[in-house]
């Protein structure tokens, strides 16, 4: 049984439950909305462009309000920060489904993306400040257990609202509007909000973690630095592969709905556990071991078709789940003065390294679909080979990483060998 004293705050729990259903909000919004862009696009005659433009507002308002609120975190509070992550959830999905409008749309979708940044902003530094140890690094993953969990469920959610599911020759479910599925996504965020009313939150464990110059200080730090490099890398490792692996699986045989289920669910499961990983191996441990896994996952996806495909997504799951729960953990851990700031940087690295990346890697598609015509290849063969040439260019991120968290684990294994009071300062030693 683990020590209450790992736990410093006396409502911790009842915090990081809200915090789960609210990352659970997150998830729902990132599978639902993907699920009924198919209807949005007929029922209000979107292009895919404008439906492309819909989507990346999502993605632009994530990284900008996890900024804003790691700089105001220790100013405003966490509890300030949730409380418009509830007003904007709210706001948003309620004008999804009445704005009826391309520009409607746009704004309702940013400030989903608004309110899901700012549940990363405040709940990230909420755990770190509420639990200690490896306690800490247990309930960061299993916080973040919860967006590929959503996903999986959001997904099916979806899938059963839509098309239904057809079970001994009866079709259940199916049918409903895509309005009935944006209802479902406020039942997480009413409940959050319930949960976080009243509460109080933690403050900073390390006093310089509360000041900006004290976070600015450590984020100059050369640690703090290469893990930016290495967040940029991580990131793209795990969503590049998702973003384009369905429609490069569909032409290889495997289902890709079931994939997308199986690495989802892999990856909620393995975070669940993550705790006890971390305490085997420590954070560096971990990310090398990731990295290594990962790897071969996008390998075994850039060369095998049908049934090997499942196979793939086993490993490339469990290379890529402990990445950004334990980023964000190591910097946590690691570099405490940097505090939410530090985390709320390192998480909007990650997300904006994948915002910049999609077009690239669309890029390297219609590239090796040229090349793949070229050599004669018309149809599903072309689409196969050309989508598994640019997953074997992708096998360089994990690849990279590999070299970079091989020269983490020395750096920290040299760190831990430095004198007690360079180590309790939390200030990182230059030297490589």
């Known amino acids: 049984m683990e020590k209450t004293t790992s736990i410093l705050h006396p409502n911790a729990n009842r915090l990081f439950l809200g915090s789960c259903l609210a990352l659970i909000t997150t998830a729902f919004s990132f599978s639902i909305r993907a699920g009924i862009l198919p209807q949005l696009g007929e029922e209000l005659s ?3 462009e404008q439906l492309g433009f819909i989507n990346s507002m999502w993605f632009l308002g994530f990284p900008i309000s996890m900024v804003i609120g790691g700089l105001i975190y220790h100013k405003v509070g966490g509890k300030a920060i949730m409380q418009f992550a509830f007003f904007a959830h709210t706001i948003g999905i309620i004008m ?3 704005s009826g409008s391309y520009t409607g749309l746009l704004v309702s979708t940013l400030l989903i993306g608004l309110g899901n940044g700012c549940t990363e902003a405040a709940c990230n530094p909420m755990i770190a400040d509420a639990y200690q140890g490896v306690r800490m690094s247990k309930m960061m993953n299993r916080f973040h257990m919860w967006f590929p969990g959503g996903i999986a469920i959001g997904s099916v959610i979806s899938t059963f609202m839509s098309d239904g599911f057809n079970i ?3 079709l259940l479910g199916g049918g409903m509007s895509w309005e009935s599925q944006i209802w479902v996504i406020l039942i997480p965020t009413l409940i959050y909000g319930f949960i976080f009313l009243g509460q109080k939150w933690p403050e900073a464990k390390v006093e310089e973690a509360a000041t900006l110059s004290g976070n600015l200080k450590a984020m100059l730090s050369p640690l ?3 893990m930016i490099c290495c967040m940029a890398l991580t990131a793209i490792s795990e969503f590049g592969p998702q973003q384009w692996s369905s429609l490069i699986l569909e032409k290889s045989g495997a289902n890709p709905m079931l994939i997308l ?3 989802t669910g892999l990856m909620a499961v393995a975070r669940y556990f993550g705790g006890s990983v971390v305490k085997q191996f420590d954070q560096t441990g971990v990310l090398l071991g990731s990295a290594v896994i990962a790897t071969i996952g996008i390998f075994l996806f850039s060369t095998q078709t ?3 495909a499942y196979v793939a997504a086993i490993f490339f799951a469990l290379g890529v789940a402990y990445f950004w729960p334990n ?6 851990d690691k570099i405490p003065k940097s505090g939410a700031l ?3 940087i390192i998480g909007a690295v990650g997300m904006f390294s994948t915002s910049i990346f999609q077009p690239i890697i669309g890029r390297w598609i219609d590239a090796d679909k040229a090349e793949a015509a070229a050599a004669g290849l018309t149809g599903d063969e072309l689409e196969l080979v050309a989508g598994q040439a640019t997953l074997s260019t992708m096998v360089s991120f994990p690849a990279i990483l590999i070299v970079l968290f091989t020269i983490l684990w020395f750096w920290m294994r040299k760190r831990n060998q430095t004198s007690p009071a360079e180590a309790a300062s939390g200030q990182p030693v230059t030297e490589l």
Do not use: E, N, Q, R
């Not at 980023?327 to 946590?332: K, L, Y």
């Open 327 to 332: 980023m964000i953990g190591f910097v946590a």
């Open 261 to 263: 289920a199986l690495v």
């Open 96 to 98: 999804t489904i009445y």
């Open 168 to 170: 001994g020759g009866s």
């Open 306 to 308: 049908g049934a090997m």
């Open 224 to 226: 703090f630095i290469f």
């Open 46 to 48: 979107l292009s895919g």
């Open 342 to 344: 530090g985390m709320s």
